[in-house]
């Protein structure tokens, strides 16, 4: 071969090579698009967790109104009443003040004792009059206090919908992505452990716990729910303890803060793992190594290593804790 052919093909092979060696600047657009999606996962988890403990507090509340609710036609009636005994009072006062002096010594056994009863009556009135002050105020405070729950209503309904519009954005860019699996089957989430490991169940709340979160394996996770079909991450722990008699908050966040913080050395079943810098996420420990936790939309609830995500915490249940 001539030198301008060896030339040609020494150029072509430089070409080809070219063409399949990815270049150093060139950002693989697979791996790009799954770094995108599993941070969108992240940001519309704790998105959905802001929005459960919003809803915890709009029902908390809904349930302070209703007690102030039931309070206030009572209290109005004691008022009511109590006006009417302090004017009845009052009306005696005046009538009984109003008799001339010729009167008083035809109706009174004596003078003195006229005095007496103008005296217990005037008692009498100072007292009905106190009574309703004190029964006003109250009125008053029950009326401030319902106020300053309608305004928090307002503002924690206007957080709700801020919150759904914001998981409404997040979705979009999930399907843009091509990650959007609600309308198909759920699947397994990557990870999931299949070997026919069984916990130990102990007869306390712990061993409840676990047992009803075993228990809720495969079924699909859906945000806000917390059973008995279906859960997201808080709602399944919050479950799970409350079938052992244990309360929690519908939100990883406040579970971390509700519950006894413990170290990774002394995790026992039952105790509760805290996933992400922004608590959005949380699963339970059920011994070996080992959590439940409701993953994601389209994925169902799966036994999973503990470290399959970053963790941030470890709390136990106040029930059992030290």
């Not at 698009?33 to 507090?57: C, H, K, P, S, Y």
């Not at 302070?64 to 309070?71: C, F, H, I, T, Y």
């Not at 971390?256 to 992400?276: M, N, S």
């Amino acid at each position: 071969m001539g030198s301008i052919g060896k030339l040609w093909s020494a150029a072509a092979g430089f070409v080809v090579a070219a063409l399949i060696v990815p270049g150093a600047g060139h950002a693989d657009p697979v791996t790009d698009r799954q770094r995108q999606l599993a941070t969108a996962w992240q940001e519309l988890e704790g998105v959905i967790e802001r929005f459960n403990a919003v809803r915890d507090d709009l029902r908390a509340t809904d349930a302070q109104l209703e007690r102030v609710n039931s309070r206030t036609g009572p209290l109005q009636a004691r008022v009511d009443a109590a006006q009417r005994d302090t004017d009845e009072v009052a009306a005696r006062l005046y009538r009984s003040g109003a008799v001339s002096s010729t009167a008083v010594l035809v109706s009174a056994p004596s003078p003195e004792s006229f005095m007496d009863q103008l005296a217990t009556l005037d008692h009498l009135r100072r007292r009905r009059t106190d009574a309703l002050r004190r029964l006003k105020d109250d009125r008053a405070a029950l009326a401030r206090e319902h106020d300053e729950l309608s305004g928090l209503k307002v503002r924690q309904r206007a957080q709700q919908l801020e919150l759904g519009q914001r998981k409404a954005t997040i979705e979009t860019q999930i399907r843009r992505l091509g990650g959007d699996r609600a309308g198909r089957t759920a699947r397994t989430p990557s990870g999931a452990l299949h070997d026919g490991y069984v916990p130990v169940f102990t007869d306390d709340p712990a061993g409840r716990a676990v047992r009803y979160a075993f228990s809720q394996l495969g079924k699909v996770y859906r945000w806000g729910a917390d059973g008995p079909d279906t859960f997201d991450c808080s709602g399944l722990t919050m479950a799970a303890w409350k079938a052992a008699g244990v309360v929690l908050p519908h939100n990883a966040a406040r579970q971390k803060k509700t519950v006894t913080p413990i170290r990774r050395e002394d995790l026992r079943p039952g105790d509760l793992v805290f996933y992400y810098k922004d608590v959005s996420h949380v699963g339970m420990y059920i011994g070996d190594g080992r959590v439940i936790e409701a993953p994601r939309a389209g994925e169902r609830i799966s036994m999973r290593l503990l470290d399959y995500a970053p963790i941030v915490g470890y709390g136990r249940p106040d029930y059992a804790a030290g």
